[in-house]
Antibody
Framework: EVQLVESGGVVVQPGGSLRLSCAAS????????MHWVRQAPGKGLEWVSLISWDGTSTYYADSVKGRFTISRDNSKNSLYLQMNSLRGEDTAFYYCAKVGAARSSWSHFAYWGQGTLVTVSS | DIQMTQSPSTLSASVGDRVTITCRAS??????LAWYQQKPGKAPKLLIY???NLESGVPLRFRGSGSGTQFTLTISSLQPDDFATYYC?????????FGQGTKVEIK
């Protein structure tokens, strides 16, 4: 059974930093591209970042480019999101998601984690 | 970036009704489109991928159609478990834009 478990969400002050983690199990992690998606409370879904299955390619939404860094450790079946220079508008539930097709970045999101809440507030 | 526009934003319907949600892309995305269902406090769940392929385990009352820039999600006979928010999403490029969502409410 595919499982994605996010962690690391806390309350952080504006300008602060945070690293989110996503622990994956139930599939061959190193064969799948992974994404981060966020959702502000009561709002819609916003794509944040993508990392290819081998970690060689990364992409970001304009809203986080230059502040967030996606990475993965295939030896630990883990995905990460380093978040720097945090702003109030970064307050959201952050979900990691696994694509449906192996060794392809151009695929739908087949599985989602349960999400972790990041609150940026003084 | 490709923009995705869903309509309506809110839909009031009764159990047994046929429901249609529309999603329009700002440029052609072929059939690189997925539909997700989200219930309050839960993560989104995949319903349809590649515009018309039903995800395993999803009831047959859900149907996706369309290509290019116009897509629809149809629920043939609305069930109590279907009251939720639905999102479309393209994956034609790396920036995976979502529609703004359609909330299906009980009439």
């Amino acid at each position: 059974e595919v499982q994605l478990v996010e962690s690391g969400g806390v309350v952080v002050q504006p300008g602060g930093s945070l690293r989110l983690s996503c622990a994956a199990s139930g599939f061959t992690f190193h064969d799948y591209a992974m994404h981060w998606v966020r959702q502000a409370p009561g709002k819609g879904l916003e794509w944040v970042s993508l990392i290819s299955w081998d970690g060689t390619s990364t992409y970001y939404a304009d809203s986080v480019k230059g502040r967030f860094t996606i990475s993965r450790d295939n030896s630990k079946n883990s995905l990460y999101l380093q978040m720097n220079s945090l702003r109030g508008e970064d307050t959201a539930f952050y979900y990691c998601a696994k694509v449906g097709a192996a060794r392809s970045s151009w695929s739908h999101f087949a599985y989602w984690g349960q999400g972790t809440l990041v609150t940026v507030s003084s | 970036d490709i923009q995705m526009t869903q309509s309506p934003s809110t839909l009031s319907a009764s159990v047994g009704d046929r429901v249609t949600i529309t999603c329009r892309a700002s440029q052609s995305i072929n059939t690189w489109l997925a539909w997700y269902q989200q219930k309050p406090g839960k993560a989104p769940k995949l319903l349809i991928y590649d515009a018309s392929n039903l995800e395993s385990g999803v009831p047959l009352r859900f149907r996706g159609s369309g290509s290019g820039t116009q897509f629809t999600l149809t629920i043939s006979s609305l069930q109590p478990d279907d009251f939720a928010t639905y999102y479309c999403q393209h994956y034609h490029s790396y920036s995976r834009t979502f529609g703004q969502g359609t909330k299906v409410e009980i009439k």
